[in-house]
């Protein structure tokens, strides 16, 4: 079934000014009688143009709808509808580039549910053919200079466009012009960097924390088309953006929840947004937060000087760097290492029915992380794969790996 993105005009707020019927340029699409402002959804074209001028905000209203709420339905209306079930519309994200990308990327636990309290997330508001256009308003490379991993934190600017995201969401970006097929290029997924509020809170706007990817081949070194399409921008670009995407790699709505998040580079995105979210809501929960953080070196560990700056008592980090930390002659020292250094605080909150567990960043980090949590199980007297089970099945281990 397709999905649509609905606009909508909220009876309850609009003051029925006709601001937005005399602003739209297309005849009909906004009309009115002695009840309500309403949007015909075959005539809306989206241009936004509506949104700014209207005083109280009224007309920027959106739900993700099956079939479109007809006239007569809006009409009627008192007050807007709830967003249907997000259920009702994962089959149309089934069907969508980003889900399929998303599947790969979740393939490590299988399909888990969101937990159970977190926040409704919206997706598939903005697609290929109507994509969101955001303005780039910095471009900041966080790793030193002269390292091998130029990240970069970007910071995107919606203006007056709706872009409703959570912290653990990924948004799509189209990289222009088409591959050697001549065929428009693929979307490529980037994690959300911050907070649900904004990078800046009430600038609409969003953080990613994106890595140009350089691989070799025909003798020959290239870089990857998304990443360094990305990494080049300048401030005032213009970008196209689709999503947001992910219904389950979500924080729990719950200040008592404990997050173990577990990383490496760009990985860190998600978590860079769940630990503002925490900051800002305040320290009234009991909930702790645990950080296992992997890179080469402290030059190549994106937002490393940030990260000093954040309390001990709201995160507790492990950094591990691979380069610099030996366990022997053989074995360098990576995040699933660490983990075991701190198996016993692990063990307590896995113990703990309100601990969440998740990973994010390299393929590659899961079996170690797997295996270290399995250690810390049999050594502590607890049983992983029942653990896993139980975690999985109530929403509270989530894989994001790619
Ligand atoms: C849910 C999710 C979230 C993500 N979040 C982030 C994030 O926060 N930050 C981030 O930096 N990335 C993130 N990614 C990864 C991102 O989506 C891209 O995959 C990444 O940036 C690489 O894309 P690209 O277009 O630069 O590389 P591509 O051009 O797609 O190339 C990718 C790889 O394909 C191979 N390849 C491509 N062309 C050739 C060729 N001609 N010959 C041989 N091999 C070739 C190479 O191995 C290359 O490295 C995320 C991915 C997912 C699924």
């Known amino acids: 079934m397709t999905a649509l993105r609905q606009h909508l005009i909220d009876p309850e707020v609009c003051i029925r000014c006709n601001t937005c019927e005399e602003n739209c340029p297309v005849e009909g699409a906004i009309e009115h009688n002695e009840d309500n402002y309403v949007v015909n959804s075959d005539l809306c074209n989206y241009c936004m143009n509506c949104i700014a001028p209207c005083p109280t905000g009224a007309i920027d209203n959106w739900r993700m709808v099956n079939d479109a709420y007809s006239l007569e339905d809006q009409y009627s209306w008192d007050e807007l509808p709830e967003q249907i079930e997000l259920a009702d519309i994962t089959d149309e994200a089934g069907e969508s580039e980003a889900a399929s990308i998303l599947d790969t990327a979740h393939a490590g636990t299988g399909a888990v549910p969101a937990p159970a309290t977190a926040s409704k997330p919206v997706i598939n508001m903005w697609t290929r053919e109507q994509p969101a256009k955001a303005t780039v308003t910095g471009n900041y490379r966080i790793t030193e200079e002269g390292t091998d991993s130029d990240i970069h934190h970007i910071v995107l600017d919606f203006g007056s466009q709706s872009f409703p995201v959570l912290e653990g969401q990924s948004i799509g970006i189209i990289p222009p012009g088409t591959d050697a097929k001549g065929k428009p290029h693929l979307v490529r997924l980037y994690s959300i960097a911050s907070a649900r509020d904004g990078e800046r809170p009430g600038y609409n706007n969003l953080a990613l924390t994106v890595k140009r990817v350089t691989f070799e081949a025909d003798g020959e070194t290239h870089e990857g088309v998304g990443s360094s399409y990305m990494c080049n921008l300048n401030k005032g670009d213009e970008v196209q953006v689709t999503g947001p995407f992910g219904n389950t790699f979500l924080m729990p709505n719950d200040p008592d929840a404990n997050l173990v998040m577990i990383c490496t580079g760009t990985g860190a995105a998600p978590f860079r947004g769940m630990t503002e979210r925490r900051r800002r809501i305040g320290g009234n929960g009991a909930g702790k937060m645990m950080l296992f953080f992997g890179a080469r ?35 360098k020292e990576y995040v699933q290492h660490r983990m075991l250094k701190r198996s016993t605080d692990l063990a307590n909150l896995l113990k703990d029915s309100n601990t969440y567990i998740y990973l994010c960043g390299l393929k590659g980090m899961e079996d170690g992380v797997e295996q270290s949590f399995d250690k810390i199980c049999s050594d502590n ?22």
Do not use: A, C
């Open 297 to 331: 070196s402290p030059s190549e560990l994106p937002y490393f000087g940030p990260l000093q700056k954040v309390p001990s008592n709201l995160l507790d980090q492990e950094l591990v760097f691979s380069r610099m930390t030996k366990l022997d002659d053989q074995q």
């Open 381 to 402: 007297g607890l049983n992983w794969s029942e653990i896993r089970q139980t975690l999985r099945s109530e929403g509270r281990y989530h894989i994001e790996t790619y």
